[in-house]
């Protein structure tokens, strides 16, 4: 049986991540050779974005001092980790989609050989417009997610996918799935 391939989803904030993973996850859910990981963080579940598993502080120490997580990672003030149950996926040769971190890819790809990282990009005006429209961040907040949205252009990784999400989301979300679909393993059995 081929190892799966792990499609690492990276992208700045506001540039569409959680719209484009609930699109494909709603347009692939019949398919069983593609899953869709959920991140333990420790923020409220209510909390809006994306659809995880919310833990406490306590709760993610103890996950962690247990070892039950693949990768883990603190940003923003949060913990965020992401199970072991991916390397019983990977090893049934599925297709595992996880939500990233940037700053934890060169450590993940160390990790993980069948990790290919897709980077979703969107433009500085098109990001601007949306982190304002979102009503989350104050000016200076926006500017400084802007600002750190520039590191991504100098993302730089042997299996890098780019996925460009200034358009529609019904047009970036086929686009999406479409290349979810071309990364996923064939199944072969000895």
Not at 43 to 50: M, Q, V
């Given at each position: 049986m081929t190892r799966g391939v792990l499609l690492y989803v990276i992208g700045a904030s506001g540039s569409g991540k959680d719209s484009l993973m609930q699109v494909a996850r709603e347009a692939l859910a019949d398919n069983p050779d593609v899953v869709f990981a959920h991140r333990y963080i420790?923020?409220?579940?209510?909390?809006?974005?994306?659809?995880?598993?919310?833990?406490?502080?306590t709760e993610f120490a103890a996950r962690l001092a247990r070892n039950l997580f693949a990768m883990h990672w603190h940003s923003h003030g949060l913990h965020y980790g992401l199970g072991l149950e991916i390397n019983y996926w990977l090893a049934k040769g599925l297709t595992v989609v996880v939500n990233g971190s940037r700053e934890y890819l060169n450590e993940s790809s160390k990790k993980y050989s069948e990790l290919k990282p897709v980077l979703i990009e969107v433009s500085t005006e098109v990001l601007r417009q949306r982190l304002q429209s979102r009503g989350r961040e104050s000016a200076a907040d926006i500017e400084a997610r802007l600002t750190r949205a520039e590191a991504f252009k100098q993302l730089r990784h042997p299996q890098l996918l780019r996925l460009p999400n200034d358009s529609p989301l019904n047009e970036t979300g086929a686009a999406f799935v479409a290349l979810i679909r071309s990364q996923t393993a064939v199944m072969t059995c000895n």
């Open positions: 420790t923020r409220p579940a209510h909390a809006g974005g994306e659809n995880h598993v919310a833990l406490s502080e």
